[in-house]
Every structure is written in C-alpha cells, then in structure tokens.
C-alpha cells in the first residue's frame, strides 16, 4: 500500500488528484483505464475516459471513484473530497 506517499492535498480537485497519483504510480492513461477494467470486471472504461476526468470534463462516480481508489491505492475519503472540491471550482467559473 502506498497510502503514505500520497499526502492529501488541500483544495485539489479531483482531474489533478487523479492525473498527480497515475503519474506517480507510473502509469499512463491507457494502463490506468486496464487496471480498472480488470479490477472492476467492467470493460466500458478506456483511456477517453480516464482523459477526460483528468481534463476536468467529467466527474467519475461512485462507481468508478470506489475502483479509482483501488487502482491508484488512494483512500476513497480522499477522492471523495476531491470531487467535492472539484465540484466547486467549477461551480465558481
């Protein structure tokens, strides 16, 4: 587990949240998009997907957060603030 390399950072929506832990896990957005295939045995996610919560275009829910937080060995509190905070700023544009 890795949860000690990943110190929460205040105020981060979530497209960095997830974009910051996929680079440090080492991965790219297609590796990212197959380990969640596999984990969650649902093969509708694909790398447009994981491109676009990292762009800010969609928000992944609570479906995709729970395996989001398996993948990248983040904790689910975490992401859910993440979203919320993400939520936020764009509430604010």
């Known amino acids: 587990m890795f949860h000690d390399s990943i110190s929460e950072q205040s105020g981060e929506p979530v497209w960095e949240l997830v974009r910051r832990v996929r680079k440090l896990r080492g991965l790219t957005q297609y590796q ?36 989001l937080s398996l993948a990248l060995d983040v904790p689910s509190e975490q992401l859910l603030e993440a979203v919320r905070c993400g939520r936020r700023r764009r509430a604010s544009r």
């Open 32 to 67: 990212l998009a197959d380990r969640l295939a596999e984990l969650s045995r649902n093969s509708s996610v694909s790398r447009d997907e994981v491109a676009r919560w990292e762009r800010g275009k969609r928000v992944p829910g609570p479906y995709w957060r729970q395996w």
